[in-house]
T-cell receptor, first 111, second 112 residues
Framework: QKEVEQNSGPLSVPEGAIASLNCTYSDRVSQSFFWYRQYSGKSPELIMSIYSNGDKEDGRFTAQLNKASQYVSLLIRDSQPSDSATYLC???????????FGKGNQVVVIP | EAQVTQNPRYLITVTGKKLTVTCSQN?????MSWYRQDPGLGLRQIYY???????DKGDVPEGYKVSRKEKRNFPLILESPSPNQTSLYFC???????????FGDGTRLSIL
């Protein structure tokens, strides 16, 4: 099993809809989980951090963490064309020495 | 302004010609890291450093060297670059390995 997996292909959503992204991870003792947004040709930008089971909301973004099932998800409500980007899931590994990243999910918001 | 600065932003060079990509952060972060990003492979960690004079291998360290002589600087060295090291490179820093990482703007490296 890969350390961090994001299996969904490109996601196209109409403007105003909800975009839902999922991520699973392999290390049962992971404690820190992040979602980054990356526009084409740019560096990753942190948009959400979550450390405890449950939901965390920040504006139009909601991160959901389920440690028992080893998955973390990101919801983008009221999607806007500016949300079109690749979203990277990152999870701490190896006793907090490093972050492992998923390959990312491309989101395209259609006006 | 808090930032991670990488130089150069773009570099085209030839096989075997040693090069260094510099990285500097002004946030007094202890943890610094180098990643490469390739299509279909995502972000892969090359090396990381927990503090001055403390470095360790990441997922893909072969062909790279790093040093951490000062807290703010973490250069990436390619002693004998090869075409398979053509990639987009990011330096990042944070307060710890499990904390959010702040990324530089990236260095696009082409090895011919």
């Amino acid at each position: 099993q890969k350390e961090v997996e994001q299996n969904s292909g490109p996601l196209s959503v109409p403007e105003g809809a909800i975009a839902s992204l999922n991520c699973t991870y392999s290390d049962r003792v992971s404690q820190s989980f992040f979602w980054y947004r990356q526009y084409s040709g740019k560096s990753p930008e942190l948009i959400m951090s979550i450390y405890s089971n449950g939901d965390k909301e920040d504006g139009r973004f909601t991160a959901q963490l389920n440690k028992a099932s080893q998955y973390v998800s990101l919801l983008i409500r009221d999607s806007q064309p500016s949300d079109s980007a690749t979203y990277l899931c990152a999870v701490n590994m190896k006793g907090n020495n490093r972050l492992a990243f998923g390959k990312g999910n491309q989101v395209v918001v259609i006006p | 302004e808090a930032q991670v600065t990488q130089n150069p932003r773009y570099l085209i060079t030839v096989t075997g010609k040693k090069l260094t990509v510099t990285c500097s952060q002004n946030m007094n972060h202890e943890y610094m890291s180098w990643y490469r990003q390739d299509p279909g492979l995502g972000l892969r960690q090359i090396y990381y450093s927990m503090n001055v004079e403390v470095t360790d291998k990441g997922d893909v360290p072969e062909g790279y060297k790093v040093s951490r002589k000062e807290k703010r600087n973490f250069p990436l060295i390619l002693e004998s670059p090869s075409p398979n090291q053509t990639s987009l490179y990011f330096c990042a820093s944070s307060t710890g390995g499990a904390q959010p990482q702040h990324f530089g703007d990236g260095t696009r490296l082409s090895i011919l």
